[in-house]
């Protein structure tokens, strides 16, 4: 693995890109931005949590279906999501999630 501008190897950062959801991912775009891997999962990060995130919101606006869906549904996808993405991430891989993947893969470059 390589080094990134802050020391970290490429897995550890892209897995930290994880570690607060869109937050961390907002804050490895800034910090690594000529890093491919990283800004791939930090990309992916934004898309996947900021969505998650806005579709909270809004379920959460919706009486008893949203609020169902905000607090049965949405964390432990959230959840489920984070630790997968972490642990690719630390393995080297770009796994991709779909959609947001895809769209982290076409902007990276």
């Known amino acids: 693995m390589n080094k990134t501008s802050s020391g970290l190897d490429e897995n550890v950062a892209g897995a930290l890109a994880y570690a607060l959801g869109w937050i961390?991912?907002?804050a490895f775009l800034v910090t690594e931005p000529a890093n491919k891997f990283v800004r791939f999962h930090a990309l992916q990060s934004l898309i996947v949590f900021g969505?998650?995130?806005?579709a909270w919101f809004i379920a959460m606006s919706i009486p008893l279906l949203g609020w169902l869906i905000a607090f049965v549904v949405i964390p432990p996808l959230s959840?489920?999501?984070?630790?997968?993405?972490m642990f690719k991430a630390y393995q080297g891989a770009r796994f991709k999630v779909p959609f947001a993947g895809d769209v982290a893969a076409q902007r990276e470059s």
């Open 24 to 26: 961390t991912g907002i």
């Open 51 to 54: 969505a998650l995130s806005l």
């Open 79 to 85: 959840a489920v999501l984070w630790l997968l993405l």
